[in-house]
Protein backbone atom coordinates (compact mmCIF):
# COMPACT_ATOMS: atom_id res chain seq x y z
CA UNK A 1 0.00 0.00 0.00
CA UNK A 2 1.66 3.31 -1.06
CA UNK A 3 2.03 5.93 1.84
CA UNK A 4 -0.23 8.33 2.72
CA UNK A 5 0.58 11.71 1.46
CA UNK A 6 0.68 14.15 4.34
CA UNK A 7 -1.99 17.16 3.46
CA UNK A 8 -0.23 19.27 6.07
CA UNK A 9 3.67 20.31 7.05
CA UNK A 10 4.80 22.37 9.98
CA UNK A 11 6.27 24.91 7.28
CA UNK A 12 2.21 24.61 5.87
CA UNK A 13 1.21 25.75 9.09
CA UNK A 14 3.99 28.58 9.52
CA UNK A 15 3.23 29.71 6.18
CA UNK A 16 -1.01 29.86 6.71
CA UNK A 17 -0.40 31.97 10.20
CA UNK A 18 2.22 34.53 8.75
CA UNK A 19 0.04 34.99 5.77
CA UNK A 20 -3.02 35.55 8.26
CA UNK A 21 -1.19 37.65 10.66
CA UNK A 22 0.36 40.15 7.72
CA UNK A 23 -2.00 39.87 4.48
CA UNK A 24 0.70 40.12 2.19
CA UNK A 25 2.48 37.13 0.74
CA UNK A 26 5.77 38.78 0.39
CA UNK A 27 5.69 39.89 4.15
CA UNK A 28 4.67 35.72 4.99
CA UNK A 29 7.76 34.24 2.87
CA UNK A 30 9.74 36.58 4.82
CA UNK A 31 8.72 36.24 7.67
CA UNK A 32 8.99 32.00 7.28
CA UNK A 33 12.04 32.81 5.52
CA UNK A 34 11.51 31.55 1.98
CA UNK A 35 11.08 33.45 -1.37
CA UNK A 36 8.27 35.05 -2.63
CA UNK A 37 7.73 32.25 -5.28
CA UNK A 38 8.18 29.42 -3.03
CA UNK A 39 5.58 30.67 -0.83
CA UNK A 40 3.10 31.21 -3.86
CA UNK A 41 4.10 27.70 -4.80
CA UNK A 42 3.72 26.23 -1.12
CA UNK A 43 0.12 27.67 -0.74
CA UNK A 44 -0.98 26.48 -4.12
CA UNK A 45 0.58 22.92 -3.51
CA UNK A 46 -1.81 23.00 0.26
CA UNK A 47 -5.19 24.58 -1.66
CA UNK A 48 -4.73 21.84 -4.53
CA UNK A 49 -4.39 18.65 -1.91
CA UNK A 50 -6.82 20.21 -0.09
CA UNK A 51 -9.32 20.71 -2.62
CA UNK A 52 -10.56 24.23 -1.11
CA UNK A 53 -9.99 27.94 -1.36
CA UNK A 54 -8.15 29.13 2.12
CA UNK A 55 -7.31 33.11 0.82
CA UNK A 56 -9.08 35.17 -1.52
CA UNK A 57 -6.49 37.44 -3.90
CA UNK A 58 -7.25 41.16 -3.61
CA UNK A 59 -4.79 44.26 -4.56
CA UNK A 60 -5.19 45.03 -0.80
CA UNK A 61 -3.52 41.64 0.07
CA UNK A 62 -5.02 38.00 0.95
CA UNK A 63 -7.60 37.53 3.08
CA UNK A 64 -9.07 34.24 4.77
CA UNK A 65 -11.92 32.44 3.34
CA UNK A 66 -14.17 30.48 6.02
CA UNK A 67 -12.23 27.06 5.06
CA UNK A 68 -9.21 29.75 5.77
CA UNK A 69 -9.93 31.28 9.31
CA UNK A 70 -10.37 26.81 10.06
CA UNK A 71 -6.82 25.98 9.00
CA UNK A 72 -5.41 28.90 10.40
CA UNK A 73 -7.23 28.52 14.08
CA UNK A 74 -5.66 24.88 13.65
CA UNK A 75 -2.17 26.32 12.61
CA UNK A 76 -2.18 28.35 15.55
CA UNK A 77 -3.09 26.22 17.75
CA UNK A 78 -0.49 23.52 16.14
CA UNK A 79 2.15 25.82 16.94
CA UNK A 80 1.68 27.15 19.91
CA UNK A 81 1.67 23.52 21.22
CA UNK A 82 4.89 22.82 19.61
CA UNK A 83 6.65 26.18 21.22
CA UNK A 84 5.30 25.20 24.40
CA UNK A 85 6.46 21.63 24.25
CA UNK A 86 9.89 23.35 23.10
CA UNK A 87 10.13 25.07 25.50
CA UNK A 88 9.65 22.74 28.73
CA UNK A 89 11.98 20.30 26.80
CA UNK A 90 14.89 23.14 26.67
CA UNK A 91 13.97 24.04 30.98
CA UNK A 92 14.99 20.28 31.36
CA UNK A 93 18.69 20.98 30.50
CA UNK A 94 20.97 21.18 33.15
CA UNK A 95 24.21 21.80 31.60
CA UNK A 96 25.43 25.72 31.04
CA UNK A 97 25.64 25.06 26.98
CA UNK A 98 24.32 25.63 23.86
CA UNK A 99 22.55 28.93 22.18
CA UNK A 100 20.99 31.50 24.12
CA UNK A 101 19.51 34.42 22.03
CA UNK A 102 19.33 37.36 23.51
CA UNK A 103 17.99 40.87 22.30
CA UNK A 104 18.70 44.74 23.57
CA UNK A 105 19.16 48.18 22.32
CA UNK A 106 22.45 49.68 20.47
CA UNK A 107 21.96 52.14 23.81
CA UNK A 108 22.92 49.00 25.98
CA UNK A 109 25.58 47.08 23.96
CA UNK A 110 27.87 48.16 25.56
CA UNK A 111 27.16 46.94 28.80
CA UNK A 112 26.13 43.38 27.73
CA UNK A 113 29.19 42.56 25.36
CA UNK A 114 31.48 42.48 28.61
CA UNK A 115 29.25 39.79 29.70
CA UNK A 116 29.49 37.93 26.92
CA UNK A 117 33.23 37.91 27.17
CA UNK A 118 33.67 36.49 30.92
CA UNK A 119 31.29 34.11 29.74
CA UNK A 120 33.15 32.65 26.89
CA UNK A 121 35.90 32.42 29.31
CA UNK A 122 33.60 30.80 32.32
CA UNK A 123 31.32 28.63 29.79
CA UNK A 124 33.11 27.95 26.53
CA UNK A 125 30.04 25.51 25.52
CA UNK A 126 27.61 28.83 25.84
CA UNK A 127 27.01 30.33 22.39
CA UNK A 128 25.51 33.91 22.40
CA UNK A 129 23.10 35.36 19.52
CA UNK A 130 22.62 39.05 20.05
CA UNK A 131 20.12 40.90 18.33
CA UNK A 132 20.13 44.64 18.64
CA UNK A 133 16.95 46.60 18.11
CA UNK A 134 14.81 48.98 19.52
CA UNK A 135 11.63 47.53 18.98
CA UNK A 136 10.22 44.69 21.18
CA UNK A 137 10.61 41.30 20.49
CA UNK A 138 8.13 38.46 21.55
CA UNK A 139 9.31 36.31 23.69
CA UNK A 140 6.38 33.93 23.53
CA UNK A 141 7.17 33.02 20.12
CA UNK A 142 11.33 32.69 21.21
CA UNK A 143 12.27 35.33 18.86
CA UNK A 144 15.18 35.27 22.20
CA UNK A 145 15.43 33.60 25.39
CA UNK A 146 16.32 37.12 27.20
CA UNK A 147 15.25 40.45 26.42
CA UNK A 148 16.76 43.38 28.19
CA UNK A 149 14.66 46.14 27.88
CA UNK A 150 13.66 49.80 28.93
CA UNK A 151 10.12 50.05 29.72
CA UNK A 152 7.87 51.42 32.02
CA UNK A 153 6.14 48.33 33.27
CA UNK A 154 7.46 44.06 32.18
CA UNK A 155 5.19 42.60 29.94
CA UNK A 156 2.70 40.02 31.59
CA UNK A 157 3.39 36.67 31.05
CA UNK A 158 6.57 37.39 31.09
CA UNK A 159 9.67 36.34 34.26
CA UNK A 160 11.18 39.96 34.80
CA UNK A 161 13.51 41.20 37.19
CA UNK A 162 14.00 44.89 37.55
CA UNK A 163 17.75 45.91 37.84
CA UNK A 164 17.21 49.93 38.16
CA UNK A 165 16.46 53.10 36.33
CA UNK A 166 17.75 54.12 33.21
CA UNK A 167 18.24 58.15 33.38
CA UNK A 168 18.12 60.63 30.50
CA UNK A 169 19.50 64.50 30.19
CA UNK A 170 19.70 66.88 27.48
CA UNK A 171 23.27 67.12 25.75
CA UNK A 172 25.46 68.62 23.32
CA UNK A 173 28.64 69.26 21.94
CA UNK A 174 30.78 71.48 24.12
CA UNK A 175 31.50 73.63 20.99
CA UNK A 176 27.57 74.34 20.87
CA UNK A 177 26.95 74.73 23.99
CA UNK A 178 29.56 77.30 24.58
CA UNK A 179 28.67 79.28 21.25
CA UNK A 180 24.81 79.29 22.18
CA UNK A 181 23.72 80.80 25.48
CA UNK A 182 20.38 81.24 27.09
CA UNK A 183 16.98 79.38 27.06
CA UNK A 184 17.72 75.81 25.94
CA UNK A 185 14.03 75.25 24.14
CA UNK A 186 15.12 78.00 22.08
CA UNK A 187 18.38 76.12 20.21
CA UNK A 188 18.32 73.80 17.98
CA UNK A 189 17.11 70.22 19.20
CA UNK A 190 17.55 66.75 17.65
CA UNK A 191 14.70 64.38 18.33
CA UNK A 192 13.40 60.75 18.00
CA UNK A 193 11.58 59.52 15.15
CA UNK A 194 8.18 58.01 15.24
CA UNK A 195 9.80 54.37 15.56
CA UNK A 196 10.66 55.54 19.21
CA UNK A 197 7.54 57.98 19.79
CA UNK A 198 7.08 55.52 22.89
CA UNK A 199 9.92 56.87 24.38
CA UNK A 200 9.83 59.71 27.54
CA UNK A 201 11.92 61.64 25.90
CA UNK A 202 10.11 61.78 22.09
CA UNK A 203 6.50 62.18 24.48
CA UNK A 204 8.47 65.23 26.68
CA UNK A 205 10.63 66.81 23.23
CA UNK A 206 6.70 66.96 21.71
CA UNK A 207 4.90 68.71 24.98
CA UNK A 208 7.94 71.03 25.06
CA UNK A 209 9.94 71.84 22.18
CA UNK A 210 8.30 74.26 19.43
CA UNK A 211 8.16 71.95 16.04
CA UNK A 212 10.38 74.34 14.30
CA UNK A 213 13.08 73.93 16.79
CA UNK A 214 13.65 70.64 16.15
CA UNK A 215 16.42 70.32 12.74
CA UNK A 216 17.09 66.01 12.73
CA UNK A 217 15.49 63.16 13.64
CA UNK A 218 16.76 59.63 13.83
CA UNK A 219 15.35 55.98 14.44
CA UNK A 220 18.35 54.97 16.86
CA UNK A 221 19.88 56.80 20.14
CA UNK A 222 23.40 56.17 18.81
CA UNK A 223 22.65 58.14 15.67
CA UNK A 224 20.99 61.45 17.94
CA UNK A 225 24.40 61.10 19.71
CA UNK A 226 26.72 61.34 17.03
CA UNK A 227 24.35 64.43 15.87
CA UNK A 228 25.25 65.97 18.79
CA UNK A 229 28.14 65.04 18.85
CA UNK A 230 28.85 66.68 15.98
CA UNK A 231 27.33 69.96 16.88
CA UNK A 232 23.84 70.10 15.19
CA UNK A 233 21.83 70.64 18.23
CA UNK A 234 20.47 69.63 21.81
CA UNK A 235 19.36 65.97 22.15
CA UNK A 236 17.93 63.98 24.96
CA UNK A 237 20.15 60.94 25.79
CA UNK A 238 20.18 58.09 27.86
CA UNK A 239 23.21 59.00 30.69
CA UNK A 240 24.51 55.32 30.28
CA UNK A 241 26.03 56.33 26.50
CA UNK A 242 26.63 60.53 27.12
CA UNK A 243 27.89 60.55 30.15
CA UNK A 244 31.71 58.38 29.33
CA UNK A 245 31.52 60.39 26.00
CA UNK A 246 34.27 63.14 25.97
CA UNK A 247 32.31 64.64 22.77
CA UNK A 248 29.35 65.61 24.95
CA UNK A 249 28.01 67.55 27.89
CA UNK A 250 25.00 67.85 29.95
CA UNK A 251 22.64 70.77 29.22
CA UNK A 252 19.99 69.91 30.98
CA UNK A 253 19.98 67.34 34.38
CA UNK A 254 18.24 64.19 34.10
CA UNK A 255 14.53 64.43 33.41
CA UNK A 256 11.84 62.74 35.59
CA UNK A 257 9.33 62.45 32.62
CA UNK A 258 12.47 60.95 30.70
CA UNK A 259 13.25 58.07 33.20
CA UNK A 260 11.91 54.25 32.66
CA UNK A 261 12.69 51.30 34.30
CA UNK A 262 15.55 48.55 33.39
CA UNK A 263 14.17 45.02 33.26
CA UNK A 264 15.98 41.89 32.63
CA UNK A 265 13.02 38.89 30.78
CA UNK A 266 12.54 35.78 30.18
CA UNK A 267 9.72 33.17 29.57
CA UNK A 268 9.11 31.44 32.65
CA UNK A 269 9.78 27.52 30.86
CA UNK A 270 13.18 28.80 30.52
CA UNK A 271 14.15 30.76 33.63
CA UNK A 272 15.21 27.28 34.90
CA UNK A 273 17.22 26.58 31.47
CA UNK A 274 21.01 26.15 33.05
CA UNK A 275 22.29 27.93 29.95
CA UNK A 276 19.58 31.02 30.36
CA UNK A 277 20.01 30.63 33.88
CA UNK A 278 23.89 31.40 33.88
CA UNK A 279 23.31 34.15 31.56
CA UNK A 280 20.57 36.09 33.35
CA UNK A 281 22.62 35.95 36.72
CA UNK A 282 25.97 37.70 34.85
CA UNK A 283 23.97 40.22 33.05
CA UNK A 284 21.89 41.41 36.21
CA UNK A 285 25.62 41.33 38.10
CA UNK A 286 26.85 43.30 35.33
CA UNK A 287 24.03 45.25 34.97
CA UNK A 288 23.44 45.98 39.06
CA UNK A 289 27.36 47.22 38.97
CA UNK A 290 26.30 50.02 36.22
CA UNK A 291 23.31 50.94 38.46
CA UNK A 292 24.84 54.78 39.23
CA UNK A 293 26.05 55.22 35.80
CA UNK A 294 22.45 54.07 34.42
CA UNK A 295 20.82 56.40 36.57
CA UNK A 296 23.01 59.48 35.81
CA UNK A 297 24.63 60.03 39.01
CA UNK A 298 27.20 61.22 37.13
CA UNK A 299 27.06 64.73 36.67
CA UNK A 300 29.01 66.72 34.41
CA UNK A 301 28.69 70.01 31.76
CA UNK A 302 26.25 71.64 34.16
Request: aromatic letters at 4%; proline letters at 6%.
Amino acid sequence: MPARQEVFSLEDLRLLAALAETGSLAAAARQVRVNHASAWRRLGALEGRLGVRLFDRHRTGYAATPAGEEAIAVARHMLAELEALERRLAGRDIRPSGIVRLTTTDTLLALVLPVVARLRATHPGLVAELVTDNGFFTLTRRDADIALRPASAAPEGLVARRLGTVATAVYASARYRETRAGDPLALDWLAPDDSLSHLGSARWIADKVAPERIVYRASSLLALAAAARAGIGLAPLPCVIADPDPGLVRVMPPLAEMATSLWLLTHPDLRSTARVRVVLDALAEQLKAQRGLLAGQEVRGL
